[in-house]
């Protein structure tokens, strides 16, 4: 069975800091996916990133940044020079390859950004 | 380019009530996806569809929900005699046809529903 673990519940950080989301998944599939989405107030899923389990490059987008590691079961995900926009529940996804490629979601964390 | 589109966006209710929800997909997406988020949690999946076939359905969905998906392109969910545990977000998503590997799953605002 699938699992994604996102122990960090709740973080503040003032505007400006970096913050990093930690994410860890449990599968027993070689090939999968992980993603990350943001949910802003207005409750509406924003797609972030999709990483397939061969590639572990990290990968960096504006302010963006996530450190995918196998040997962990590991992808965090790291906002660089944090703004208030930022606030919202970012959430860690997985899904296998074969079968209907359903997305098993973590319990999220509210990244709250203060001004 | 329109999104995934979701509607009503807020529906109250009375337990024991019938409701439904439509779900209309990006155009040319042929998965769509159910999902229900509850106060704190993240989205879990219900049932999947590749075009007009419903092809996998969570315990999660109990007899009194039924989903559709007549001709492949928008979607229903119907909840019948609602319960206070039916109270959370119901989420819609849509991928495109898969070519090689799992594609993203692009979601839309959700209905909201509450019952008294």
């Known amino acids: 069975a699938q699992k994604v673990t996102q122990a960090q519940t709740e973080i503040s950080v003032v505007e400006k800091e970096d913050v990093t989301l930690d994410c860890v998944y449990e599968t027993r599939d070689t090939t999968y996916y992980l993603f990350w989405y943001k949910q802003p107030p207005s409750g509406e899923l924003v797609f972030l990133i999709r990483?397939?389990?061969?590639?572990?490059q990290n990968e960096i987008s504006g302010r963006y940044s996530w450190n995918f590691q196998k040997s962990t079961s590991s992808f965090n995900f790291t906002i660089t020079a944090s703004q208030v926009v930022d606030s919202a529940v970012y959430f860690c996804a997985l899904s296998e390859d074969f079968g209907n490629e359903k997305l098993t979601f973590g319990t999220g964390t509210r990244l709250t950004i203060i001004p | 380019d329109t999104g995934v589109s979701q509607n009503p966006r807020h529906k109250i209710t009375k337990r024991g009530q019938n409701v439904t929800f439509r779900c209309d997909p990006i155009s040319e997406h042929n998965r769509l996806y159910w999902y229900r988020q509850t106060l704190g949690q993240g989205p879990e999946f219900l049932t999947y569809f590749q075009n007009e076939a419903q092809l996998e359905k969570s315990r999660l969905l109990s007899d009194r929900f039924s989903a559709e998906r007549p001709k492949g392109s928008f979607s229903t969910l119907e909840i019948q005699r609602t319960e206070q545990g039916d109270s959370a977000m119901y989420l819609c998503?849509?991928?495109?046809?898969?070519?090689?590997?799992?594609?993203?799953?692009?979601f839309g605002p959700g209905t909201r529903l509450t019952v008294l």
């Open positions: 998503a849509s991928s495109p046809p898969r070519l090689v590997t799992t594609d993203t799953q692009y």
């Open positions: 990483r397939n389990s061969f590639d572990e």
